[in-house]
Nanobody, 119 residues
Framework: QVQLVESGGGSVQAGDSLMLSCAASGRTFGTYGMGWFRRAPGKEREFVAAISWSGGITYYGDSVKGRFTISREKAKNTMYLRMNSLKPEDTAVYYC????????????WGQGTQVTVSS
């Protein structure tokens, strides 16, 4: 029932910024938290950032701390990822995910959006 729609990916140069958005629709349960993950070619899936839906508490992977900012607008059922000072190593497919209330895992995933950073 839940669909996650991502937007904002693209190709930029090192030092540039991007804003990713993830809009959720078709909810039948409340949201515990939402997060961003990424997968680079030949690498395992990597945790990027997460936010609790009720209180807005944020968490970041070590590789993006100080450069990326996660936020949400509860009224719009939308999550954002501000990506500043992008580096070539940030190149990956970025996925948004939702952990519903009553679930211990991220149960819903978006289709992924490509972010390419060139030097």
């Amino acid at each position: 029932q839940v669909q996650l729609v991502e937007s904002g990916g693209g190709s930029v140069q090192a030092g540039d910024s991007l804003m990713l958005s993830c809009a959720a629709s078709g909810r039948t349960f409340g949201t515990y938290g939402m997060g961003w993950f990424r997968r680079a070619p030949g690498k395992e899936r990597e945790f990027v950032a997460a936010i609790s839906w009720s209180g807005g508490i944020t968490y970041y992977g070590d590789s993006v701390k100080g450069r990326f900012t996660i936020s949400r607008e509860k009224a719009k059922n939308t999550m954002y990822l501000r990506m500043n000072s992008l580096k070539p190593e940030d190149t990956a497919v970025y996925y948004c995910a939702e952990q519903p209330l009553g679930s211990t895992e991220y149960a819903y995933w978006g289709q992924g959006t490509q972010v390419t950073v060139s030097s």
